[in-house]
């Protein structure tokens, strides 16, 4: 009876904590009765190899469900894997519409502080998230160049960012480009427009 009951919550979309609770019982139990019902699957443990094979197959391209269903894994977990590999996440828009000349600019006026990533977002006619991905690629980019932590080099951009942005230009970490030989996509059309020396 107790385990038609938790079957019959859980098709409902009641949580596994709420179930849990109900019965007065940890949540181990439910999950239990829901692996052996076919509710649940088993949570995936992976190789390094499957982790790194994981990767390869989200940079390629492949749809994060598909990924989810080959390697057994949640969302979460596809998530946390890019983040222990370093790995860029994919913007929720197509970021194919940037070529590599216009991520470096990106990253340069990022670095430089003269644009906020939605202004940015809106002079390269793209989605703030994929301003954003480029944005902590730049950052994760610098720390490694720099030998600091991601935070310690947020921390010294914001205290003084002019002498933050002219020491990663020095350092080569950041391509020395002029204001001039900046080309923005105005909402994705097909016309340009220069951004000049007064911005």
């Not at 902590?136 to 914001?158: C, F, H, I, M, P």
């Not at 002219?166 to 427009?193: C, M, N, T, Y």
Request: charged content about 30%; some cysteine; overall charge positive.
């Amino acid at each position: 009876m107790v385990r038609q009951e938790i079957v019959a919550l859980r098709k409902l979309r009641t949580p596994v904590a709420r179930i849990a609770q109900k019965f007065g019982c940890s949540t181990s139990p439910v999950y239990r009765v829901l692996y052996e019902e076919g509710l649940v699957r088993p949570r995936a443990r992976l190789s390094g190899e499957q982790e790194r094979e994981l990767i390869e197959d989200y940079k390629s391209g492949v749809a994060i469900k598909d990924i989810e269903r080959r390697y057994g894994v949640s969302r979460t977990k596809i998530y946390s894997l890019l983040d222990k590999y370093d790995a860029p996440r994919r913007g929720r828009f197509a970021a194919s519409k940037l070529s590599a000349t216009d991520r470096k600019h990106i990253s340069f006026l990022l670095v430089s502080g003269l644009f906020t990533q939605t202004a940015l977002a809106r002079l390269y006619g793209v989605h703030r998230a994929t301003i954003h991905e480029i944005a902590e690629e730049t950052w994760r980019s610098l720390a490694r160049g720099l030998n600091l932590s991601y935070d310690e080099v947020k921390q010294k951009a914001r205290a003084d960012r002019p002498a933050f942005f002219e020491a990663a230009v020095e350092a080569g970490l950041i391509a020395d480009i002029p204001l001039s030989r900046i080309h923005f996509r105005v909402f994705g059309g097909g016309d340009q427009e220069k951004a000049d020396d007064s911005v």
